[in-house]
């Protein structure tokens, strides 16, 4: 079954703003990902998260996990145009190839 | 330098047909994905191989047969296609947890 959720299911934000996008799951996992997904093409990742981390930043990204929670959010800041896209949370259940449990993503559509 | 590539881009077809899509990576991975994002965006692991051997097979129809004739390529043969099977089909690679995607093959079954 669908493990990861996110919220909200769409998000639309002037450009400069900061977008907080949030993930939930439901079973214990190793990491936790976020891959972008732009109209029309395949998904690319941004970043990782592993299951004893509780931040991480890169560039203008930062994620949380909060496994006591099973949850995660991802923070763009300075938002561009350039980031409307879909972003999905996929969680990875040990470390090494398993297939990837995904959400169905937020929407973001980042007004100039 | 294409990382992960798939053919076609579009398929549009009559149900009952049989059709197949390629993927090639040239990342070097031993492990490749088919995965199916459905029309609300929702993806789901269908197939995953490693090293050209079936690991993983999602609750999918047997009219679905994928193959992987050398750890480079997997491909997925549909057989008899229903209109449901309309769908934008995904392919990735690894070589640990982060993942490579295809630009995905459109297919549309009339």
């Known amino acids: 079954s669908q493990q990861g959720e996110e919220d909200p299911q769409a998000l639309s934000i002037q450009e400069g703003e900061n977008a907080t996008m949030n993930c939930s799951y439901k079973?214990?996992?190793?990491?936790l990902q976020w891959y972008r997904q732009n109209s029309g093409r395949g998904l690319v990742h941004l970043i990782l998260i592993r299951s004893n981390e509780r931040e991480k930043h890169s560039g203008r990204l930062r994620v949380t996990l909060d496994t006591s929670k099973k949850s995660s959010s991802l923070l763009i800041t300075a938002s561009r145009a350039a980031d409307t896209a879909s972003y999905f949370c996929?969680?990875?259940?040990?470390?090494?190839?398993?297939?990837?449990?995904f959400g169905k993503g937020t929407r973001l559509s980042v007004i100039a | 330098d294409t990382a992960v590539s798939q053919t076609p881009k579009y398929l549009v077809t009559q149900m009952g047909n049989d059709k197949s899509i390629k993927c090639e990576q040239n990342l070097g991975h031993d492990t490749m994905y088919w995965y199916k994002q459905d029309s609300k965006k929702f993806l789901k692991i269908m197939f995953s191989y490693n090293n050209k051997e079936l690991i993983i097979n999602e609750t999918v129809p047997n009219r679905f047969s994928p193959k992987s004739p050398d750890k480079a390529h997997l491909n997925l043969h549909i057989n008899s296609l229903e209109l449901g099977d309309s769908a934008v089909y995904f392919c990735?690679?690894?070589?640990?947890?982060?993942?490579?995607f295809g630009p995905g093959t459109r297919l549309l079954v009339l």
């Open positions: 990735a690679s690894s070589a640990q947890e982060t993942q490579y």
């Open positions: 996929a969680t990875g259940f040990d470390s090494g190839n398993t297939p990837l449990v």
């Open positions: 079973t214990s996992i190793n990491n």
